[in-house]
């Protein structure tokens, strides 16, 4: 929850190659305060079965900037594993199944305000905005 002296933070993912919520993908918050300040790693979670990320640590007060890191690469790589469980080896196994194996997204915040930023994601695009 936000506060009058920090701002707070929620997203989810929805895989678009499917048209449903990414489960299991692995997110790390980190926060500064200013643009020339080092990052802090605040922790991080992973996404449930319905692709939101509920428990993402408190930002800090004096918070300025907000990074968000998504692991993309073994959500994919699980994907791809899975659907070739029953199905004949791939001739291209042994590639990632991911284009983009990370996403980084950075953004100013306010205090007192909440930010929440959605991933529309798929193996080879991604997409964000500020929800709501």
């Known amino acids: 929850m936000s506060t009058e002296t920090t701002a707070s933070v929620s997203t989810h993912i929805l895989d678009t190659s ?15 305060a ?30 300025t900037h907000v990074r968000l890191d998504f692991e993309t690469e073994a959500y994919f790589d699980k994907k ?6 029953d199905a004949p080896a791939s001739r291209d196994s042994g590639t990632s199944g991911a284009f ?3 996403v980084a997204i950075t ?3 306010t205090p007192g305000e909440h930010y929440h930023v959605p991933l529309l994601l798929n193996p ?9």
């Open 18 to 32: 499917i048209g449903r919520p990414a489960e299991g993908v692995a997110i790390s918050l980190a926060a500064r």
């Open 34 to 63: 200013g643009s020339g300040a080092a990052w802090a790693a605040l922790g991080g979670s992973a996404t449930d079965a319905d692709g939101r990320c509920k428990d993402l640590p408190a930002l800090p007060e004096g918070t």
């Open 80 to 85: 791809q594993a899975d659907a070739q469980q």
């Open 100 to 102: 983009f194996p990370e």
């Open 107 to 109: 953004f100013a915040v």
């Open 124 to 132: 080879f695009g991604y997409s964000v905005y500020r929800g709501s």
